[in-house]
């Protein structure tokens, strides 16, 4: 599976990936880490301010009052998400990283889960699976989009004593070929995180930064998935919630609802999803903040209204936990990595006999 190309200034640059000698490991988990626990910390603050503002109108309500202040869409989604991360930690139900909070968790019996998605006909057949990150051939994000928009993994590229680390975040970036806006790439079957799923209607909740649902739409708009592309997760048992607990209606239009959820017991298959999948990016739905931090959608979004002579429309002000540098970092050796953009090549298409590492969720 190749990099489509990316000559139009879509992608960040359209520079090869550097070779994985010059790549620094240490570094770029060093990063990561401390941006992700920057970003938990606001997205703790932001938890607990939109879930008082629900809790203050939900009493207004019940009181037969007029809240002062209306509560944020999918303010309500934090209960759910505390009471599931809650009950993980209160039974020792996950793995490192800890506390869950604020995370996809690592669940305990992530191994065998991955095992049954592997084994489903779905995975079996796909050739390319988007994923957060994973193993088989993969396309995978670039964490919280920061430095780009998504890498392609592919065996072949991958040494053999490697295999492990590139099942990783780092081997993503030091094996992975960065893949522009214009790539020409088909995804087979979608693999998200989660905290909690419903198994009636599929709702999904995500930890709460909206990267799946935007990384969803960026797919859609490029063609590289559709309306009939499966959407499948990989949670604990007691992160399969009971049917309604996590209100369809109450659902926000850019929310992406899973078709399979696979648990270490179980494989549940959702009859009659409860929501549409998003046709595209919402740009009335993406703040100006979400947006001035990820310089791949600035760059879509600049084209796109050269092309049609007017603005996009553009989402409400909203806060937000910091993210990296928007700079390009570059490794040491001047190599630089994962700026979406394309190397120009061959489109291929893998996966055949490629044994399925355990799928990883990323924390």
């Known amino acids: 599976m ?34 992700g626990g920057q970003a938990m910390g606001r997205m703790r603050q932001l938890s607990q301010a939109e879930g008082a503002a629900a809790a203050a109108a939900a009493a207004a309500a019940a009181a037969g009052e007029e809240a002062a202040a209306a509560a944020p869409p999918g303010a309500w989604k934090w209960e759910v998400r505390k009471r ?17 909070h604020h995370r996809i968790p690592s ?46 993994l592919h065996r072949d590229a991958i040494p053999p004593d490697a295999l492990l680390q590139a099942c990783t975040s780092a081997g993503v970036a030091k094996y992975g070929s960065p893949l522009s806006l214009d790539g ?5 079957l979608i693999v998200v995180g989660s905290v909690a799923v419903d198994p009636q209607t599929g709702c999904r909740l995500g930890k709460g930064e909206g990267f799946a649902e935007l990384e969803y739409g960026m797919l ?16 604990r048992d007691e992160q399969v919630v009971p049917p309604g607990a996590i209100p369809a209606a109450a659902m926000l239009p850019h929310d992406v609802p899973v078709d399979i959820i696979v648990t270490p017991t179980q494989v549940i298959r959702v009859a009659a999803p409860a929501l549409s999948k998003p046709a595209g990016i ?59 953009g394309g190397r120009q090549g061959r489109r291929r298409r893998g996966g055949r006999g490629q044994a399925a590492p355990p799928v990883v969720q990323e924390g």
Not at 184 to 188: A, E, K, P, S
Not at 220 to 235: E, K, N, Q
């Open 2 to 35: 190749g990099a489509g190309a990316g000559g139009d200034g879509i992608a960040a640059s359209t520079a090869t990936a550097a070779s994985p000698a010059a790549f620094d490991a240490a570094a770029y988990d060093a990063q990561r880490l401390a941006l």
């Open 84 to 100: 599931i991360w809650d009950l993980m930690e209160e039974h020792d139900l996950a793995d490192f990283p800890r506390p869950v």
């Open 107 to 152: 669940f305990k019996g992530a191994a065998q889960a991955a095992a049954r998605l592997a084994a489903l006909p779905e995975f079996v057949a796909a050739r390319c699976v988007k994923v957060n990150p994973a193993g088989k051939t993969l396309l995978t994000p670039q964490p919280r989009l920061r430095t780009g928009f998504f890498s392609t």
């Open 184 to 188: 020409t790439i088909q995804v087979d």
């Open 220 to 235: 859609r708009r490029m063609g590289a998935v559709d309306g009939g592309t499966l959407v499948a997760t990989t949670v």
């Open 282 to 340: 919402l740009w009335d739905r993406l703040s100006p903040q979400k947006l001035a931090q990820i310089r791949v959608l600035q760059q879509l979004k600049q084209r796109l209204e050269e092309e049609r002579g007017a603005p996009l429309p553009c989402g409400p002000d909203e806060a937000l936990p910091p993210l990296a540098a928007r700079g390009r970092r570059r490794p040491a050796g001047g190599g630089g990595r994962g700026g979406g």
